[in-house]
């Protein structure tokens, strides 16, 4: 990611790369933000009503290929834009942006270079097939903020709606746009507006909120962390960058989602994108120094143990799913139900959780994380050895680290005696850092191979969340009456019987199973 605004003419139509960060804030918000500008060097202020229509084909081709296509209308003046593809790391977006002054509302694709449309349907072709897809229509109010630096920045408060035929949609953002300078003063700015809460970065553009609208778009689907996108011929830093923004990427789609309908599932994926994080910073952590993310490990520790309490309301709702169908055999089924959702109810709610992802130490974490990322923040701290051993191809560095990994999961786990429900419980962690290792170098593999050797450690942990899902019951187990309480006793017994029966066979699958990167 550079760190300086590039700017560039071509065929006198301005073509720049926009590097912008985009925060959601609620409408009271714009007491606090005007406070906070007052403190600045205010080089220029204005408040302008913009009108911007979208246009596409009918099949969305242009959307497909990741370009955007508006014409912004304001006093008697129209403006042409188009952006390209670019790239979003939490919150921060950069993508190339051709401009041209117009005359109309309707677009007119020759005011721009024609290299800058996808191969694949002539200019002329392209043009014939646009329509109108939705409008944003807003008030701007904006500042140029002069940095200490003397880096310019302009800071953007928008309030109005996105409109699609008859459906609309609230807009309310701020945007830090560099004009001027290094990328770096955006986040010194942005960190200093966030300081009392209430701003919350985000990753869907004004665009992309059309877009669903237009198509009446019901959300994201969760997912599963899946394998960083690595390939043979990174570098062991190219690797760390793919990794970590991998998992930012991971964390904030998730977040975007919580804040939609409130899934816990999303919240779950949030955990994970954080202990995968942790976990990158110990798999190069032979390279690059603790006292380098000394601060990051720090804030990602404290939001790890924020989040602790979504396993126990994961496992509460297995329990009771179905109104306590798993508990149907026990008599004391509606009682034990009762008692599980009256623990979940002592778990943080939905108001808490908000409040806590548009906290000024959450959004501060963000923050300095992709600020991390952008300016490599570990460089400095690299002595000669360490940078000649990033730069190198990310094949040994890989097959070290799995070495690693294998070692101590056959440590963890001894093929010669059986482990008890507590000896497996006990390494879950270990178990999990193990398997977020994998997923930094696994893609470099042969799939299969990898499948065969990752799915019985996938499978063992699921097994030890299997066994923690009866600790909720188990703590129970004293409040029933005596001949409820030991069926209860017995089912639980049962169950951990079977579940470790099927670990087991799990567990010695998994040591047998050949390393796939040997």
């Known amino acids: 990611i550079g760190n300086i605004l590039s700017v560039s003419s071509f065929k006198g139509k301005t073509m720049e790369t ?10 009271d918000f714009s007491d606090t933000l005007r406070r906070k500008i007052a403190e600045t060097k205010i080089l220029q202020s ?31 003046v129209f403006i042409q834009t188009v952006k390209t593809s670019g790239r979003v790391v939490a919150g921060l977006h950069q993508r190339p942006e051709y401009n041209a002054e117009h005359t109309c509302n309707l677009p007119e694709l020759i005011l721009h270079p024609d290299d800058i449309w996808p191969e694949g349907k002539k200019v002329a072709v392209l043009q014939s097939e646009l329509n109108a897809i939705f409008s944003t229509n807003f008030t701007r109010e904006q500042w140029l903020v002069g940095m200490p630096d003397g880096s310019q920045i302009e800071v953007a408060f928008d309030q109005g709606k996105v409109i699609a035929g008859d459906k609309e949609d609230p807009i309310c953002e701020v945007e830090l746009e560099l004009k001027s300078g290094q990328a770096d003063s955006l986040f010194i700015l942005a960190r200093s507006l966030s300081d009392e809460g209430g701003m919350r970065l985000g990753n869907l553009s004004k665009a992309a909120r059309g877009y669903r609208l237009a198509q009446n778009y019901q959300g994201d689907e969760v997912k599963f962390l899946p394998l960083v996108a690595t390939n043979e011929e990174d570098t062991v830093e190219q690797c760390f960058v793919k990794s970590l923004e991998h998992a930012l990427s991971h964390w904030h789609y998730h977040e975007q989602i919580y804040f939609e309908r409130s899934s816990l599932v999303s919240l779950q994926q949030i955990g994970d994108s954080i202990s995968f994080i942790r976990q990158i910073l110990t798999v190069f952590g032979g390279i690059v120094p603790r006292r380098a993310s000394a601060i990051l490990r720090q804030e990602l520790k404290w939001l790890d143990e924020e989040l602790s309490w979504l396993k126990t309301a994961d496992y509460i709702d297995d329990l009771c799913e179905d109104k306590g169908h798993a508990l149907r055999k026990l008599d004391a089924r509606k ?50 050895k360490a940078r000649e051993k990033m730069v190198r191809n990310i094949g040994h560095f890989s097959q070290k680290q799995l070495d690693r990994t294998w070692a101590e999961l056959i440590e963890a786990f001894p093929p010669e005696r059986k482990l008890s429900r507590q000896e497996y419980i006990d390494q879950r962690y270990r178990l999990m850092r193990n398997l977020y290792t994998g997923i930094c170098f696994a893609a470099i593999y042969d799939i299969e191979q990898r499948n065969s050797f990752r799915m019985p450690w996938a499978d063992l942990f699921s097994g030890i969340d299997d066994l923690l899902t009866l600790e909720p019951l188990q703590a129970l187990v004293a409040e029933l009456e005596e001949e409820e309480r030991a069926q209860l006793e017995r089912w639980i017994a049962r169950q951990e019987s079977s579940i470790l029966h099927a670990m087991e066979q799990t567990r010695l699958m998994g040591i047998e199973a050949q390393p796939y990167w040997s």
Request: overall charge neutral.
């Open 46 to 76: 204005s408040c302008r009503e913009l009108g911007n229509t979208y246009f596409d084909t009918q099949d969305n081709w242009l959307r497909k290929h990741d370009i955007g296509l508006r014409i912004r209308r304001f006093d008697d």
């Open 18 to 27: 926009e590097i912008e960060l985009k925060f959601f804030v609620s409408p």
């Open 335 to 384: 009682h034990l139900v009762k008692r599980l959702q009256e623990q979940k109810q002592q778990l943080p709610e939905k108001g808490e959780v908000m409040a806590l992802l548009t906290s000024a130490r959450y959004t501060a974490l963000l923050l300095d994380l992709s600020r991390w990322l952008m300016a490599k923040g570990w460089q400095p701290f690299l002595d000669d």
